[in-house]
């Protein structure tokens, strides 16, 4: 369920420390993932260890996209806000610099849309994205998320303030079989 030809979904393992540690300090990154400092590898492996838990517990869910060809981990992709009463989570994704734009975000959000949809039951996705990350919001839109949103001046950037477009999907539902 969680793969393509050219990519699968994975939990965490305590060996992707290292991937993590280069990912999550990844500076580029910081203002759409909200941080403001660096991550230990320690901090990281006491995250590893907690990873695995219940999405129903942790309310939130990190998976690794890795290439089928290989196994080479090139993003990640998270649930964060899950709300299993109102059956909705937010999603995230991130791919190292040399796997974007080349259709890889595309796939792993046919794969999640898949799994959350069958597993979790979800009804649906949204997401947060700069105006300045044309990538993204290509990605989402393409994917059939609908704008439902503008957020003035809301992520503070080196470059200045930004607006971000908030994105939204009902994903179909799944009858019993």
């Not at 794969?111 to 044309?134: F, G, M, R």
């Not at 998320?145 to 908030?166: A, S």
């Amino acid at each position: 369920m969680l793969q393509t030809p050219r990519i699968f979904l994975r939990a965490p393992e305590p060996t992707d420390v290292e991937f993590l540690y280069q990912f999550e300090n990844d500076t580029t990154l910081w203002p759409v993932s909200l941080s403001v400092a660096p991550f230990s590898r320690e901090v990281l492996r006491q995250y590893l260890e907690n990873a695995s838990a219940d999405i129903y517990a942790m309310r939130q869910l990190r998976l690794m996209v890795c290439l089928q060809q290989d196994g080479t981990t090139i993003g990640t992709v998270d649930l964060f806000d899950f709300e299993p009463l109102h059956r909705r989570a937010g999603i995230g994704i991130a791919l190292t610099q040399g796997h974007r734009g080349q259709g890889y975000g595309a796939e792993t959000l046919q794969v999640l849309e898949a799994y959350v949809t069958q597993a979790l039951q979800l009804h649906q996705l949204y997401c947060s994205v700069s105006k300045a990350n044309a990538g993204s919001l290509k990605l989402f839109q393409q994917a059939g998320f609908q704008e439902v949103g503008i957020r003035k001046d809301w992520l503070r950037t080196p470059q200045g303030w930004q607006d971000v477009v908030e994105f939204q999907k009902i994903l179909p539902a799944v009858l019993p079989q």
